[in-house]
């Protein structure tokens, strides 16, 4: 069995991308969703029984496959990212500046939690389109 080396720095890119991945989805998810709703069932205010574009399912569960797919990208990198860096040694700071390497620590434990929170959000809110119909009253 290949073991992953742990080394001390990761590359920043890798880490904007477990931090910022799964969070970007979620809002695109959110916003396109959101918006193909409110225009196919609100046109002018008015609500309707049934979406004017009979596409709009299939559209809103594609978006949704994408998103999560995105999602699930960003936390496995997000995770990759964490069992790569170094594990600190608090004791040996004594005043100094912080490191590179703190910095990676730091990012990368505040990606997984991101990414995680996120990821669930994204499951969370397809259940809520499979389940839910966008035209209907609450």
């Given at each position: ?12 890119p890798y880490v904007l ?51 999560l797919v995105a999602g ?24 100094e500046r912080r490191t ?39």
């Amino acid at each position: 069995m290949m073991t992953v080396p742990r080394d001390s720095r990761i590359s920043m890119p890798y880490v904007l991308i477990g931090l910022l991945a799964a969070p970007f989805a979620w809002l695109l998810q959110t916003l396109v969703a959101e918006t193909l709703a409110a225009q196919a069932c609100y046109p002018y205010n008015h609500p309707l029984g049934a979406p004017l574009v009979p596409w709009m399912r299939a559209a809103m569960v594609a978006l949704g496959t994408l998103c999560l797919v995105a999602g699930v990208f960003g936390t496995w990198v997000a995770w990759r990212n964490l069992r790569r860096v170094a594990p600190l040694k608090l004791g040996t700071l004594n005043g100094e500046r912080r490191t590179r390497a703190e910095l990676d620590w730091f990012l990368t434990h505040v990606a997984v939690m991101c990414s995680a929170l996120f990821l669930f959000a994204l499951i969370a809110t397809d259940v809520a389109v499979a389940i839910v119909s966008p035209c209907r009253w609450w």
